[in-house]
């Protein structure tokens, strides 16, 4: 397994959680990381990305102002805080690893989910 996730758990809503991704040095010198989350019967959906040296993010606008992505470049580490969490962000998450330096969507590695659920 090149990335594995970790960090899931459950928490009432309003609570934190802290996701963390490792991943062979290999992968995360010179690629963009990203987080992402499927929800039961529903696709899975880009939650947020970080350039390669950790100095550009994004987000998707149902967690901008909640959640944060980072890494520090050359470290075999990546994170995502999740704070003021809500039932909705209930899911399984998945971490991966672009082709590229900057995000472009386009995913060369995943990485095994991690499950989060938030109760109301």
């Known amino acids: 397994v090149q990335l594995q996730a970790s960090g899931g758990g459950a928490v009432q809503a309003g609570g934190s959680l802290r996701l963390s991704c490792s991943g062979s040095?290999?992968?995360?010198?010179?690629?963009?990381l990203a987080w992402f989350r499927q929800s039961p019967g529903k696709e899975r959906e880009f939650v947020a990305a970080?350039?390669?040296?950790?100095?550009?993010?994004s987000y998707t606008d149902a967690v901008k102002g909640r959640f944060t992505i980072s890494r520090e470049h050359g470290a075999d580490t990546m994170y995502l805080q999740m704070n003021s969490l809500k039932p909705e962000d209930t899911a399984v998450y998945y971490c991966?690893?672009?082709?590229?330096?900057?995000?472009?969507?386009?995913?060369?590695?995943w990485g095994q989910g991690t499950q989060v659920t938030v109760s109301s």
């Open positions: 040095r290999r992968i995360y010198s010179n690629n963009a």
């Open positions: 970080v350039n390669w040296r950790g100095s550009t993010t």
């Open positions: 991966a690893a672009d082709r590229r330096p900057i995000y472009s969507g386009n995913l060369q590695s």
